[in-house]
């Protein structure tokens, strides 16, 4: 009877995930969502065990300008790459097969690798130049352990980079449930690290950051042979299909380091208020982005395959009615969730964090700055949608320029925010930089529809 009731539920959700694109894309995304859903609980409490042994101190704060310039370089560089790369490889692998896929992924792995490695000498080398800039307002001695802290961290640039094109190509596969919970491994370690090596302070979780991503490596690599795609790079010239890719990367890169630069910017200009703003402003986001990244991992990972699908076999109708419907569902349901999250905002802040070294004044500053997040919630998983299909289109020079105007917007208001509320107007900023991008992007990716509908 179990057996039974077992098989029944396995038809169901194939027949609820078949078909037609729209439901394929919707069982990608249960499947991503719910499996980094996983990895947020995971998260999460390597969080809660942060926040009791650190509470907002000098330490926390140390660390997360510490990691801000490795995760501005992953995001930035092999983020793009990544974007860059899977439309292409989709289409080539579509119309050419496997091998000539297989060769456009080696040789991108060679360029991507190069930058990479390239990328994380420099950031190391002039790390003396540009840190204290970041870090205004910090002592001497909290500088020296933000130094030690890079690098430590240092690593995470070349293997964050190798991870997030490995899963990309395995979900270009259609494999999604590995990428999407590989990601477990880093806070699991780090928690089991912070626990075991209290000596170490925060350098334990430094330290558990690049273990666990080499742990991620080896299980993406393991997946990657057993699909008989090889992970080794292998350079094959420069050929028509890896000059497609470079060619949407540097516009892509360029609005990419402009979108980034928002987090950068942020964290620099908290570090300028009183000691703990840092920390307060990574705490406020902290539930916020959990909803946030649940939907945009799911979405963005189950959409731009299919998105490149679509717009390879030119398929406008198909990509106008996708778009259209998730706008419709994602407006919905983060709206609802908007709502939940502002009204018991402080409760949520008091049961996750107010315990040990976390006060009570801690909890009403923190619950501040997420009611201010919050309000992005909307916008910023619906822009996400558009940025997919942008990319999919091939037209990442909109990205480009949306991400300039976010920057200058984001400048602005923080100057302007933090003078009236503190740490939490550089919240309230953010929110109404995603507010724009979502207006400006939006916008331009119906503009871009329209135009190859009609030349179709």
Known sequence: ?????????????????????NRQIFGAAMIVGLL???????????????????????????YLIALLVPSFIINVIAGSFNSALIPTYMKVREQEGKKAAQRLFSGATVSGLGLLGITTILMVVTAPIYLPYIATGFSPEKLEMTFHLLYAIA?????????????????????????????????????????????WGIFALAVGLVCGAVLEITLL????????????????????????????????????????????????????LPAGSVAALNYGNKVIALPITLATTALSTAVIPYFSKMVASNDWTGVRRTLKQYMQLISIATTILTAFLLVFSELIVQ???????????????????????????????????????ISAMQVSYILMWGSACNLIINIFLNYLFMNWWGVAGIALSTTCVYIFSFL????SANQKLKNRHFAK
């Open 36 to 62: 980094t859903a996983l990895v947020k609980v995971a998260a999460m409490g390597k969080e809660l065990v942060v926040a009791q042994r650190f509470g907002t101190g000098d330490d926390v704060d140390a």
């Open 155 to 199: 690593p995470l640039v070349l293997l964050n980079g190798i991870i997030i094109i490995w899963g990309a190509v395995l979900n270009a596969g259609e494999r999604f449930a590995l990428a999407a919970l590989s990601p477990i491994l880093t806070p699991t370690v780090s928690v089991i690290l912070l626990l075991m090596l209290k000596s």
């Open 351 to 389: 049961v996750l964090f107010q315990r040990g070294s976390f006060t009570a004044n801690d909890t009403h500053l923190v619950a501040q700055i997420q009611n201010c997040f919050a309000l992005q919630i909307p916008f910023y998983i619906a822009s996400i949608l558009a940025v997919r299909l």
């Open 440 to 443: 400006f992007l939006t916008y």
């Open 1 to 21: 009877m179990e057996m039974w009731h077992l098989q029944s539920l396995v038809d169901l959700w194939k027949k609820l995930t078949s078909s037609s694109i």
């Open 221 to 272: 690599g393991i997946a990657l042979h057993r699909q008989n795609i090889s992970w080794w790079p292998k350079w094959y010239g420069f050929d028509t299909h890896l000059r497609q890719v470079v060619g949407q990367y540097f516009p892509m890169i360029a609005g990419s380091f402009l979108m980034c630069s928002t987090t950068l910017v942020d964290q620099s200009m908290a570090a300028m």
